[in-house]
């Protein structure tokens, strides 16, 4: 990703040579356009990352509360672990936990891959 970045830059900034010596305009103002529209392109993926930062710490977060909870219940004497693994309903709620925590760690991180693609 970065390095077709770095490139559509070199290819646009060529660009900018071409035209003004083609066109013959002022080179000073047509690079000064050209390094604030970069500028204005790093804000916006500066403030497209600080605000997709919350959305991936709550992505982290809620994929560690089962196991948090799974500590807590072990640390106040319940046997979670035998619980699910013990019987047939509890398997089927351990298995069944689990796919649904994937998915949703999926379905999370595409939807915040798709906010954070240009």
């Known amino acids: ?9 070199w290819i646009e900034l060529a660009a900018c040579l071409d ?12 690079l000064a ?6 500028e204005a392109e790093e804000d916006a993926e500066a403030a497209r990352q600080t605000a997709l930062a919350g959305p991936k710490a709550t992505v ?3 994929s560690w509360l089962p ?3 799974l500590l807590l ?34 379905w999370s991180a595409r939807l915040v891959a798709a906010a954070g693609a240009d």
């Open 1 to 9: 990703m970065r390095g077709s970045k770095e490139r559509r830059v």
């Open 19 to 30: 035209i003004a010596e083609i066109s013959g305009c002022p080179l000073a103002g047509l």
């Open 33 to 38: 356009r050209f390094a604030a529209q970069l």
């Open 60 to 62: 982290r977060l809620l």
């Open 67 to 69: 196991v948090f909870g």
């Open 73 to 106: 219940g072990m640390a106040l004497g319940v046997d979670p672990v035998g619980i699910l693994l013990g019987n047939v309903m509890g398997t089927a709620t351990f298995v069944s936990g689990l796919v649904l925590t994937t998915a949703g760690r999926l």
